[in-house]
């Protein structure tokens, strides 16, 4: 079988790539012509994501080891730089994770999937294929496929993204539990056989939990995520399209984050309360925090040889209750927070946002500095008394308005975990007594078994598990 995939005949000419781990590497960094990029957000002994220390000689000899490109066109006249992050490229094969589950590009969009009732196995298969080429084709930076020299038929890439580079695109894939076996018990596609036993259909029910059908479950997830919106849109779009005939749409979300200042420091991004968000999330450069926390191991199920390397995501979108909280006091939002809203210190002290939160600190009083039913300190107290914490993203949206016209914004995350129950759950239901769960409403939920990486030898994402299962 080979892994090569079919590269578009007339496309534009290549583009020097910057990997993501290079383009960390090289984070506000001032070395003529180096490209900057964006980082990464942020179980126990986990380290903490941080700002990078200034350039150094050793952060450009990096660069040159790892071939990052060097573009002299991305300084201005007078000596500042501009960021070039249409650049970036994150190659999707001969990895052992799917980079977008770690990744936390500025754009999202995210997909969920209903298998049509009359698709086979089969079919699925067939999708599986279109989308691995077609992602792989997109996040080098080329149309999804070679252009039809018929012009009287609908061509294969829809065209908004032929001048632009890949600006860092992921696409990763994740399966839904009831791809393997549906929730009546059915096994469609005969996979049933092989369900991850962690892999839940529905979560628990949480505080804040006011469930919309149509924001919940699926049987397929596309995560897709760049620096450039109209990448990402373009992806999903023809992804999408891919998908006609065998899958339909199920839900789809649009989020937002920022990862630099205008400076091009790295810091946690606002949230749409206007506090920093992730602070003191673990970092996915931290190895061994990763491999015990995030990534599924062999012996971790009966059939874990066929997850090894992916993860659980538990996806949750919550709307926030902007205009009540705009009414309160600058004092009541830090209070309910656990820290001061413009620097982003725990208001137990320290320097900067990166100190450690301290829930046993007290004023002259003998009261608690962080109130015990605030967000840190709920959240630092569980990690303080059993050294767990929790790896996730987030990102913002802001969609219109609601049906009595108030602000329909919020954040949609994702927690990775390798043991949801352990890792994941016992965080979510610390929310019954957390005062910011008033301010929030949990609208959207869903769990997914996201893939290991895409190996050289594989033609598709997945294709281990449907050769697992395949009958002869």
């Known amino acids: 079988m080979s892994d090569k995939k079919t590269a578009p005949a007339e496309k534009r000419p290549m583009r020097a ?16 012509g180096t490209i900057a990029a964006v980082v990464l957000p942020g179980c126990d002994d986990a380290k903490a994501s941080s700002a990078p220390a200034a350039a150094s000689s050793e952060t450009v ?54 298998m049509s009732d009359a698709a086979t196995r089969d079919d699925l298969v067939a999708l599986l294929k ?45 399966f839904g539990a009831t791809l393997f076996q549906a929730s009546d018990g059915t096994d469609r596609y005969g996979l049933a056989a092989v369900r991850p036993e962690r892999l839940d259909y529905t979560m628990p029910h949480f505080s804040g939990d006011q469930l919309a059908d149509d924001e919940c479950g699926g049987d397929l997830f596309l995560l897709i995520a760049a620096e450039d919106p109209k990448v990402a849109f373009h992806a999903a779009r023809n992804l999408i399209r891919a998908a006609y005939g065998t899958a339909t749409i199920r839900w789809n979300k649009v989020g937002y984050y920022h990862t ?32 015990k926390c995030v990534w599924i191991q062999p012996d971790d199920d009966p059939h874990g040889e066929l997850y090894a390397g992916g993860t659980y995501m538990m996806w949750r979108s919550f709307d926030m209750k902007i205009e009540a909280w705009d009414q309160q006091t ?36 003998g009261d608690p500095l962080i109130d015990p039913a605030s967000h840190v300190g709920l959240f630092s107290s569980l990690r303080h008394s059993s050294g767990h914490t929790m790896f996730r993203w987030g990102w913002n949206f802001s969609n219109g308005f609601n ?17 949801p129950e352990n890792d994941f ?47 002869s």
């Open 425 to 471: 759950y016992q965080f979510m239901r610390l929310w019954r007594d957390c005062d910011l769960t008033e301010y929030l409403s949990f609208t959207g939920s869903a769990s997914w078994l996201m893939l290991p990486g895409l190996q050289k030898t594989q033609e598709y994402l997945g294709q281990n598990i449907l050769e697992a299962t395949a009958t």
């Open 130 to 174: 279109t989308w691995t080429k077609y992602s792989e084709n997109l996040c080098d930076g080329f149309p999804v496929d070679e252009p039809r020299s018929d012009k009287n038929a609908p061509p294969l890439d829809s065209g908004e993204t032929y001048d632009l580079g890949a600006a860092g695109l992921t696409v990763s894939l994740g």
């Open 330 to 365: 600058l004092a009541e939002q830090e209070r309910v927070i656990g820290r001061t809203k413009l620097e982003g210190i725990p208001l137990s002290g320290g320097e900067d946002e990166t100190a450690e939160p301290d829930p046993e600190a007290l004023d002259e009083n």
């Open 260 to 291: 630099l200042s205008p400076e091009g420091y790295a810091h946690a991004d606002r949230d749409l309360f206007g506090f920093r968000d992730g602070t003191t999330a673990p970092s996915p450069e931290d190895e061994d925090y990763m491999e």
């Open 61 to 114: 000899s990096n660069q040159a080891e790892t071939g990052v490109a060097v573009a002299t066109d991305d300084w201005t006249e007078d000596g500042s730089m501009v960021r070039n992050v249409q650049r970036i490229e994150v190659p999707m094969r001969s990895v052992e994770h799917q980079p977008g589950v770690t990744g936390s590009q500025q754009n999202l969009q995210a997909v969920a999937f209903d």
């Open 17 to 32: 790539g910057v990997t993501r781990r290079d383009a960390l590497r090289g984070l506000g960094t001032l070395a003529a």
């Open 403 to 419: 049906a009595v016209g108030q602000l329909r914004a919020g954040m949609h995350t994702g927690g990775m975990a390798r043991d």
